[in-house]
């Protein structure tokens, strides 16, 4: 199960990459339309935004199982192996608990989207629902992930925690 985990998170991880590279693409579009050919999409910024929603919440879990989430280990890297091992265990715990609360409440609300037939309200008018049912889904995996790493860093001991740093 942990497998599968992992490889769902790569899978979005990989989507989330490609979903920055087409909204680059979008962007560079319109910005071309708008500004040669006085023509500007009506699409472009929209989905845009859409796709750059989706691609930094699937991003999360990936980042998470690679330990690549900006931290701040002024005080942890001061804590012996075993304590530094209980400090991480906690941390991804919290994680998985803040992510049942978004899962939670962010799922209600896109479902109350879909429920109302909300819209973006612009000249596209898409259903709400598709960007907001990011977080419940995203974050469900993001949860997951943050549980199969505290029970990686809980039975595997020092050599679980994360590793290197990066130096400026």
């Known amino acids: 199960m942990l497998r599968v985990i992992d490889a769902v998170s790569r899978l979005f991880g990989t ?27 009506i699409w472009a910024e929209e989905l845009s935004r859409m796709l750059l929603v989706w691609a ?15 931290t701040i280990t002024l005080l942890t890297d001061m804590l012996s192996p075993r304590l530094r091992q209980v400090q991480e265990v906690f941390v991804l715990l ?10 939670r409440d962010g799922g209600g609300i896109a479902w ?15 259903p709400a629902w598709w960007a907001q049912v990011s977080l419940p889904l995203c974050f469900a995996l993001l949860g997951l992930q943050a549980l199969v790493e505290a029970l990686r860093v809980a039975t595997g001991g020092a050599e679980s925690l994360p590793r ?4 400026h």
């Open 56 to 70: 930094t919440f699937g991003g999360a879990a990936i980042l998470l199982h690679r330990r690549q989430h900006i």
């Open 164 to 167: 290197g740093s990066v130096e």
């Open 112 to 126: 109350d989207s879909f429920q109302r037939g909300r819209t973006t309200g612009s000249m596209l008018n898409l």
């Open 15 to 41: 989507v989330a990459g490609w979903a920055y590279f087409a909204t680059a693409l979008m962007l560079g579009y319109e910005v071309v339309m708008r500004y040669v050919f006085i023509a500007p999409t």
């Open 94 to 103: 919290f994680i998985a608990a803040l992510a049942a609360v978004i899962v």
